[in-house]
């Protein structure tokens, strides 16, 4: 009975330190956080009318490398922007990206050029815009067809297609 009393004891001994030490703990300093990305508006006009997305813009190297990386969700409405100096066939690839994706690939004139559905993640299979791209949207597998989106509709974005 005296062995049980001692462990009961040394057991809440542990619980109060631990709890002591989590909330004696710093926080996460602010700079340390990560920043919440700026975010630009996109509208994709297909048949079925004017659909406006909130674009993460991958504006340097590492973010265009990074992409949508480790993220285990994104809202519907939102995606990533990847552009590019010069239209090119441009390639890309799920590693490590967690969410199934659509891709649309979008020519210098703002119209889209192709579409690559339902991505599939974690995958290092290439997937190729195929013809000259200048911009890529990235958004949530099944957006594309939920929108109606097909080659030939138009993306406007004041990033990518308004200089």
């Known amino acids: 009975m005296a062995r049980h009393s001692a462990i009961r004891l040394t057991a809440g001994l542990l619980t109060i330190a631990l709890a002591t ?38 504006s340097t190297p590492a973010d265009k490398e990074r992409g949508l990386m480790f993220r ?3 809202p519907a409405d ?9 239209p090119r066939v ?26 690559a559905r339902d991505a599939q993640p974690m995958s290092d299979a290439i997937v190729s815009s195929g013809v ?8 949530n597998a099944g957006q594309a067809q939920a929108i109606g989106a097909a080659v030939g509709d138009r993306v406007t974005d004041e990033v990518a297609f308004k200089r």
């Open 90 to 115: 441009v390639q890309f690839w799920m590693h490590d990206t967690y969410i199934p994706l659509d891709m649309l690939f979008v020519g210098a004139d703002g119209r889209i050029v192709s579409i």
């Open 78 to 86: 939102r995606g990533m922007l990847f552009t590019f100096a010069k």
């Open 72 to 74: 285990r969700y994104m």
């Open 21 to 58: 030490a989590l909330a004696a703990a710093p926080a996460v300093p602010a700079c340390a956080q990560e920043a919440t990305p700026a975010l630009d508006a996109a509208h994709v006009v297909t048949a079925s009318g004017d659909h406006l997305y909130r674009l993460e813009v991958a």
């Open 132 to 139: 000259e791209t200048a911009a890529v949207i990235e958004i």
